[in-house]
């Protein structure tokens, strides 16, 4: 008995899988993938129904102008979608180069007033005025400070 029940179990799970929803979806790279779990924008590609009744004629022409219909306005939305993340993809590929370069900048500031023996400041009238050893000391400091906020989290 327990065989037979086990045997049924083991000839309908292939069948079970043959009645899934399948859902189709396009990725940011434009590759099209089939799932059976729905993603944002995926469309559901078939979907099985032991008790589907048959179609008319007219009912299936109606039918094939609707899912057309629904087919171009998922279309729309999918390419609004890949548009808007490689939008936020470009955007975030730029804010981490400015990041980069800001931190570079200020390391090379920072790197600049340790090697230095003397930092100094350039006056209104174009010369230079040295700073005291205390206020190069500060300046140092300061350069540090803000080398580490332009470069926290690299």
């Not at 790279?29 to 008790?51: C, E, I």
């Not at 109606?62 to 219909?69: E, L």
């Not at 729309?76 to 981490?96: F, G, P, Y």
Request: net charge neutral; glycine share 4%; charged share 25%.
């Amino acid at each position: 008995m327990h065989r037979a029940i086990a045997i049924a179990i083991l000839i309908g799970l292939p069948l079970s899988a043959a009645l899934a929803d399948v859902f189709r979806s396009v990725d940011a790279q434009g590759h099209v993938q089939y799932s059976d779990t729905p993603t944002p924008g995926a469309q559901l590609v078939r979907m099985n129904n032991l008790r589907t009744p048959t179609p008319s004629l007219a009912s299936t022409a109606a039918s094939a102008s609707a899912k057309s219909t629904t087919a171009t306005k998922s279309g729309d939305q999918v390419h609004q979608q890949l548009e808007q993340e490689a939008a936020a993809r470009e955007v975030q590929s730029t804010v981490a180069q400015t990041r980069a370069d800001q931190c570079k900048k200020a390391t090379d500031i920072y790197n600049q007033s340790v090697q230095a023996r003397r930092i100094f400041t350039t006056g209104a009238d174009g010369e230079r005025q040295f700073l005291s050893d205390d206020e190069a000391d500060k300046a140092r400091v300061a350069h540090k400070l803000e080398m580490d906020e332009a470069c926290k989290g690299q």
